[in-house]
């Protein structure tokens, strides 16, 4: 018998969201792992907030949200917000009734500030990766160290001379980007010029679309300063801009979208982009993530960045890695950051090129590193050299989540302390989906 819809509304529902997420759902081992974290953090929470006025989004519903916004590749937080609105299984994640309403796309931009002041994001890393530290399934002596490009949200158009004034791209001119400006007639429809406020007044072409006049209709027509910046016709969101001719580098450019970002590329033969550099510390057991950063793209930040990282990274005791091996790319092959590896006790396992520099010609203010450099030649012919460089391997799959499901790929903010928030969550939620087959049931 041919089935109908029942077009009749009901009165009254009664949702159980509990039985309608299916029992081997792989968010239901997450949600359980996560909100026994964020239970801990509640002091940390309460410092965060003021003991009276309008209560806000809860803390621990804002970071939930962005572990869905990296598990699911929601791209943009309205996106997410309207999925919340519509999706019962991202509802009962963040324990939302059905009926309850979903908070605005802007909580999360309102409270960013506050999530970075108190470390909120970095603490819920933290205790991620104290999580599998407790359960016995990361390395306390084995590392590898990476970098990747993380492309900025700002067009290669942003970029502006650094000596250039507001003035140069039409920002403080008369009437620049007021309504009407302090030009006679102002924001008054009609004004004091001929014609008043009747469509097409007395002047040729009336009311006409176009009318009479040259360029009449068409965006920008023939009309001098047609779709250039601060031009008196049509203004393109996205104009045309020519490059031809004109030297950008670092010392002369910035890029008014995001003035952190920095012309980069990663190897000869690669196109120049705006963007910054993104580092995991990943132990070797099982290819989990300890520490993250974000800085700066240049030539020296891989290698600073590793220290630091190597220096706050905490596994099961005080902070700093002071003894094992860390495994690198061609990347860090330099002399003095095998230096202060072995400074650090660590045993570097760096890819080193090949150099046939006579020792007698160093200078002698560089021959610490140089010996440092020779050393590391010398390791590469042994077996556990081999090993780290088979395990490196590891510290790439994480990157590689990171920026086709996570979202890294390109930035979605413009400011280096958002995009490391981005990653502290990307990388949180990649180690959790890993502690959801590591840790037992």
Request: aromatic share 6%; with cysteine.
């Amino acid at each position: 018998m041919r089935g109908r819809a029942d077009r009749q509304p009901k009165m009254f529902f009664s949702i159980d969201l509990e039985s309608r997420i299916r029992a081997d759902h792989p968010l239901r081992p997450l949600k359980q792992v996560v909100d026994r974290i964020l239970a801990g953090m509640s002091e940390r929470f309460a410092a965060a907030y003021s003991r009276t006025g309008r209560p806000g989004v809860p803390p621990e519903r804002l970071l939930k949200a962005l572990l869905l916004m990296a598990i699911y590749s929601v791209r943009s937080e309205r996106q997410l917000v309207e999925r919340i609105d519509t999706d019962l299984l991202f509802r009962w994640f963040l324990d939302m009734d059905p009926a309850e309403e979903v908070f605005d796309a802007t909580a999360f931009t309102h409270n960013r500030s506050r999530l970075d002041e108190h470390g909120l994001t970095a603490a819920f890393f933290e205790a991620v990766v104290e999580l599998a530290v407790d359960a016995g399934l990361v390395s306390d002596a084995h590392f590898t160290v990476d970098g990747t490009l993380i492309e900025s949200c700002a067009s290669i158009k942003s970029l502006r001379p650094i000596d250039e004034r507001p003035a140069d791209s039409g920002g403080d001119r008369p009437g620049g980007d007021r309504p009407g400006g302090d030009r006679p007639g102002g924001d008054r429809p009609g004004g004091d010029r001929p014609g008043g406020d009747r469509p097409g007044g007395d002047r040729p072409g009336g009311d006409r679309p176009g009318g009479d006049r040259p360029g009449g209709d068409r965006p920008g027509g023939d009309r001098p300063g047609g779709d250039r910046p601060g031009g008196g016709g049509f203004k393109s969101r996205n104009p045309l801009v020519d490059f031809r001719g004109q030297k950008r580098s670092n010392r002369t450019h910035r890029s008014a979208t995001d003035p952190e970002a920095r012309l980069y590329r990663k190897a000869a033969g690669q196109e120049t982009k705006l963007a910054h550099l993104g580092h995991s510390l990943c132990e070797n057991r099982h290819g989990l993530v300890v520490a993250v950063e974000v800085t700066e793209a240049n030539g020296t930040a891989e290698r600073e960045a590793a220290l630091a990282m190597l220096d706050r990274v905490r596994i099961g005791g005080p902070r700093g890695v002071r003894s094992g091996t860390l495994g690198a790319d061609r990347g860090y092959d330099s002399g003095p950051f095998c230096l202060e590896l072995e400074r650090r006790g660590i045993e570097p396992h760096v890819a080193t090129r090949r150099t046939a520099r006579d020792p007698a010609t160093v200078p002698p203010s560089q021959r610490a590193a140089h010996a440092a450099r020779l050393r590391m030649l010398a390791r590469m012919e042994g077996e556990t050299y081999a090993i780290s460089q088979r395990v490196r391997k590891k510290a790439e799959e994480p990157f590689g989540w990171m920026k086709t499901i996570g979202g890294l790929a390109r930035g979605r903010f413009a400011g280096r302390w958002k995009l490391k928030q981005q990653m502290e969550t990307a990388a949180a939620a990649f180690n959790l989906i890993r502690l959801r087959t590591l840790l037992p049931a």
